[in-house]
């Protein structure tokens, strides 16, 4: 039904099905002037969530969007640098191997001034509808530990991380892979959309950004020398959204390699919600990395000089709490 201020004066609203209805936003803020003229004062507002009407049996089913509002002036092509395509429908068919397949969520920006910076939107799910109970995604894609890492019984998360680890034959996480070069600027748009009413603690390993990015009474992003600067991103819950501001992909050390992006808490980033963020490979290839978790060879022990100490009882370690009980402070009586 067409309801409030916005239809005055406007043609109707309302689309009928399979028609086609535009509608206009605008990207800044809107004044009276001193005359009662509108006065409109352009933002570069960043990442923003798309919601659907119905908060509780949609978003469920994947029916949620984003929007990010760019720097005045620039221009964009999707993909990854080595393998840049225009935004606007439809997108060519997917590059053969070794590209990742070409998609709106990875871009490089052109600001006016002729510099660049890669773009990655990431939505990340805590409450969509999928197989076996799953319910964590990055833009409507999971890589579960149930899945990935199935039949093996070690509680290492790290291992579940392990591309060599996999099999039958390496293999890279199902969730988004983002590209970059060594020493790139990069932003990473953070959006949740409706969930749980739980909050997410989103970190990307091996960077760090301001806090507050924002410059010319925050009208436009940028260096803030008034910032303090993070390595995580906490309260991520519904309908939050934030911009990463990355000076250096690569860290300040320019290491190239494979930088993990995921939830803090184990038990939500074995959901699915964990992806990577590869720098310096901008066709996407997986680097040459040593497998972290593959067992130690055996050694044969070294002679000794004098008779072995008598070894004290061991201790029984008391049986491990589930992820989310040991952040929880037990009462003192």
């Known amino acids: 039904m067409n309801v409030g201020w916005n239809r005055q004066g406007q043609p109707d609203q309302v689309v009928g099905f399979g028609k086609t209805i535009k509608y206009q936003w605008y990207a800044g803020k809107i004044d009276r002037g001193a005359g009662g003229n509108l006065v409109y004062t352009p933002v ?6 798309l919601f659907p009407s119905d908060p509780v049996y949609q978003h469920i089913n994947g029916l949620f969007g984003a929007m990010i509002i760019e720097p005045q002036g620039s221009s964009w092509q999707c993909g990854e640098a080595a393998n840049l395509r225009q ?18 969520a990875s871009a490089t920006v052109t600001l006016p001034d002729a510099t660049k ?12 509808i999928m197989s076996n109970g799953n319910r964590g995604a990055v833009n409507y894609r999971t890589e579960p530990k149930a899945f990935r890492y199935a039949g093996n019984a070690t509680t290492d998360f790290s291992c579940m991380l392990s591309n060599q680890l996999i099999q039958p034959a390496p293999e890279d996480p199902q969730t988004p892979i983002f590209t ?30 301001q806090r507050n990015p924002y410059k010319n009474d925050s009208r436009k992003m940028g260096d803030n020398n008034l910032s303090q600067w993070i390595g995580s991103r906490d309260n991520h819950g519904s309908t939050d959204h934030f911009d990463i501001v990355v000076d250096k992909a690569g860290g300040e050390g320019g290491k190239r390699g ?5 939830v803090f808490q184990p038990l939500q980033a074995t959901q699915g919600a964990w992806g990577i963020f590869r720098v310096g490979d ?10 972290a978790c593959e067992p130690e060879p055996e050694v044969a ?8 100490a008598v070894p004290l009882p061991k201790k029984v370690a008391p049986p491990p709490k589930d992820d989310l009980d040991r952040f929880i402070r037990q009462p003192s009586n």
């Open 258 to 262: 494979d930088y993990l992006y995921t």
């Open 44 to 49: 570069e507002f960043g990442s923003l969530n």
């Open 282 to 291: 901008s066709k996407g290839t997986q680097p040459k990395l040593n497998a």
């Open 301 to 308: 022990p070294r002679p000794r000089a004098v008779p072995e």
């Open 117 to 128: 910076f890669r773009e990655f939107a990431l939505m990340i799910s805590d409450d969509m």
């Open 87 to 104: 935004c606007d429908p439809p997108l060519p068919a997917a590059p053969p191997a070794p590209y990742p397949p070409t998609s709106r």
């Open 180 to 209: 970059a070069e060594v020493g790139d600027k990069a932003r990473f748009r953070l959006m949740h959309p409706f969930g749980t009413g739980g909050s997410q603690v989103f970190s990307l390993h091996g960077h760090v950004w």
